[in-house]
């Protein structure tokens, strides 16, 4: 089975970046990749997704223009930019195919806060 590891969540103030990484243990190529994430009680939720080729990418509304998706598939690595972070942002962000149909690694903790 592929397994899916991320990283890159740090605790930041509002306002600002994070780029988050995540590293399949087998190849991505064929596969619509996206980015969830699950704030404290509540679901998870789809936060942005990203076509095999990377031509083509959609976001969450919460996140438009604030997020930029991308994909390494030579390194078998999903990229999620994100700028201009909220309080809101905070989560745990995992990556998955666009149907969630991998098995979920641990993600990766986000905490925006002053």
């Known amino acids: 089975q592929v397994q899916l590891v991320e990283s890159g969540g740090d605790l930041v103030q509002p306002g600002g970046s994070l780029r988050l990484s995540c590293a399949a243990s087998d190849t991505i190529r064929t596969r619509n990749m996206a980015w969830y994430r699950q704030p404290p009680g509540k679901t998870r939720e789809l936060v942005a997704h990203i076509s095999t080729l990377g031509s083509v990418t959609g976001y969450a509304d919460s996140v438009r223009g604030r997020a930029t998706i991308s994909r390494d598939n030579v390194g078998r690595t999903v990229y999620l930019q994100m700028n201009s972070l909220k309080p809101e942002d905070t989560a745990v962000y995992y990556c998955?195919?666009?149907?969630?149909?991998?098995?979920w690694g641990q993600g990766t903790q986000v905490t925006v806060s002053s």
């Open positions: 998955n195919t666009k149907t969630g149909d991998w098995p």
